[in-house]
């Protein structure tokens, strides 16, 4: 225990994605971070299971990465991104491409995972109107689909509660491929279901209703995570590349989650052994230090760009903060901490371990599905009748209370730590679980 902090007027704060008013009856701030472990305003120390929000995947306050940090803050502070460049926006693009798979050579820099899912689907429209195809200008998405938060990101997105409320204003000409998360067929799958492939096919009753030649891109999460971890029925990802190919469509991976070790390859599109066209990235770009994302583009996208006149801007995009140095400063430290400490090896390692550790929740009271893919784990329950997602908080609660940060994803508990999680920490978190789960109603 460390000395608690004295609590700020708490009124004043609209927070995201948080029922405020409960919250501000009983609050849950945290002061500082190490490595593994947050402590809390009241003093106590909470091994954090979920790495932040999936983006602290070298852990918190990385000696490296804040020392990057600090040097670049007290160096070159801003520079502005257009027409204007500085040495580490580009080192960090290098890096990014290296390790990215095959042709996805160039990197277009924005300041987080929804930025990043907009410009993506503005580069894939762009795309094809330079290439005299103009009219594609389609989205197909899917539904239970979390591609953050702008216009763009809400309509190729395919959670209600984020869509509802903004129906009438979002963006036209947008399908959805159906989810694949099936408790009937997959329930306590390990890594990769095996059903559910067929789900791909999909696209093509969606293509034959719209034609092929309206459609730019097709955009998935290679593991949906925010909707509770599901990753991708085996075979399921190389079918929608095979009918993106046979209809010239762009496919778009969003791995601003399984980006940077998550799924045990650099990307989840190596992990997977499918190419897409466009990465979508952020969160463990930085290591969660900085807000950064990212749009990973194969060579003939960027080069498609580069036709006009040379004087001429090729893209009418972009951020103030676009290329940040204190972010780049945070990219390339982060980048050379999972290099060093060889994090997404040891991430590999520890996934048997942390697959063993949630299936022995099986079982459990409430407990209705348990699955994984790297360090990606959800725990799903039986909702309480009339009340959905309650038990899941309710148990959120009670892990934070007993030293362990948990997230919920509706009625699914999802856990996603650091890459420098130990053993003994996996088997903490799986047990303080398991008492949770049995007390709560
Ligand atoms: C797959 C995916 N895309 C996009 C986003 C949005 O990222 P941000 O919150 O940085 O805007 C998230 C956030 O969790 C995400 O999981």
Not at 403 to 416: C, E, N, P, S
Not at 434 to 439: A, P
């Amino acid at each position: 225990m460390t000395a608690a902090t004295t609590l700020p007027d708490l009124g004043p704060l609209w927070m995201p994605f948080t029922a405020n008013r409960e919250f501000k009856k009983n609050p849950r701030l945290l002061v500082s971070a190490q490595g593994m472990y947050y402590t809390t305003h009241d003093g106590r120390r909470v091994l954090d299971g979920i790495a932040g929000l999936w983006c602290c995947n070298a852990g918190h306050c990385h000696p490296k990465i804040v020392e990057a940090v600090r040097e670049q803050a007290g160096k070159l502070d801003y520079v502005t991104a257009f027409q204007m460049g500085h040495p580490q926006a580009f080192e960090l693009a290098a890096r990014v491409a290296e390790l990215a798979p095959g042709s996805l050579d160039h990197v277009f820099f924005v300041n987080s995972g929804s930025e990043a899912v907009d410009t993506a689907l503005k580069i894939a429209v762009g795309y094809h109107r330079l290439r005299g195809e103009g009219q594609r200008t389609r989205f197909i998405g899917r539904e239970r689909g979390y591609h953050g938060v702008g216009f763009g990101g809400i309509s190729v997105g395919g959670m209600v509660a984020n869509r509802k409320m903004f129906g009438g204003v979002m963006l036209n000409g947008v399908d959805h491929l159906p989810h694949t998360h099936n408790l009937e067929h997959n329930a306590y799958s390990r890594g990769s279901p095996a059903w559910g492939a067929h789900l791909a096919d999909e696209l093509e009753r969606i293509v034959a209703l719209h034609d092929a030649s309206t459609i730019a891109a097709v955009i998935v999460e290679a593991v949906p995570g925010s909707t509770g971890v599901l990753p991708p029925p085996q075979g399921y990802l190389e079918r929608l590349r095979a009918i993106c190919d046979k209809h010239g469509l762009l496919l778009i991976f969003d791995e601003v989650i399984t980006g940077f070790g998550r799924t045990g390859g650099n990307f989840a599109a190596q992990t997977f052994g499918v190419q897409p066209d466009i990465i979508t990235i952020a969160k463990g770009l930085t290591s969660g230090v900085v807000p950064m994302g990212g749009v990973v583009v194969d060579k003939r996208i960027y080069d498609a760009y580069m036709t006009g006149p040379e004087f001429a801007v090729e893209f009418f995009h972009g951020y103030t903060y676009s290329n940040h140095p204190l972010a780049t400063a945070a990219g390339i430290a982060a980048l050379d901490v999972y290099r060093d400490e060889d994090l997404f090896a040891r991430g590999r390692k520890l996934a048997p371990v942390f697959e063993q550790a949630l299936h022995g929740l099986k079982g459990c009271r409430h407990v209705i599905d348990v699955r994984n893919i790297g360090l990606m784990g959800a725990v799903e329950l039986a909702p309480r009748a009339g009340q959905p997602t309650v038990r899941a908080m309710d148990v959120l609660r009670g892990c934070y209370e007993k030293g362990v940060l948990v997230r919920t994803a509706g009625d699914t508990v999802v856990l996603t730590p650091s890459l420098i999680i130990s053993e003994s920490e996996i088997t903490q978190i799986a047990e303080t679980l398991r008492s949770v789960i049995q007390t709560v109603a």
